[in-house]
Nanobody, 121 residues
């Protein structure tokens, strides 16, 4: 059974920091590309950051310089360090795992349940 379990969300003041964690089970974690997405009320889900199986990272322009994605393959966990948080960062943050199977080209994609991040004074 594949599970992605997010943790670390909560209420924080503008300018504050949070670290999200996503613990994976049921997958060969080291070969999966991992990502963080977020969805605010009334908005579509958007990519925040992603890190490949080779630890190559990409970020949305809105979070560059403030957020850092990392992974610990020994713990089957991906992290999102969020600094200098802004009210517009308020959203439900979702963990994503994706693997493109060789030869077939089929994608295996999994999602966590999400964790709420609220940035407010």
């Amino acid at each position: 059974q594949v599970q992605l379990v997010e943790s670390g969300g909560g209420l924080v003041q503008p300018g504050g920091s949070l670290r999200l964690a996503c613990a994976a089970s049921g997958i060969t974690f080291s070969i999966y590309d991992m990502g963080w997405y977020r969805q605010a009320p009334g908005n579509q889900r958007e990519l925040v950051a992603r890190i490949s199986s080779r630890s190559s990272a990409d970020y949305a322009d809105s979070v560059k310089g403030r957020f850092t994605i990392s992974r610990d393959n020994a713990k089957d966990t991906v992290y999102l360090q969020m600094n200098s948080l802004k009210p517009e960062d308020t959203a439900v943050y979702y963990c994503n795992a994706e693997f493109k199977a060789p030869y077939s080209g089929r994608y295996n994609t999994y999602w966590g349940q999400g964790t709420q991040v609220t940035v407010s004074s």
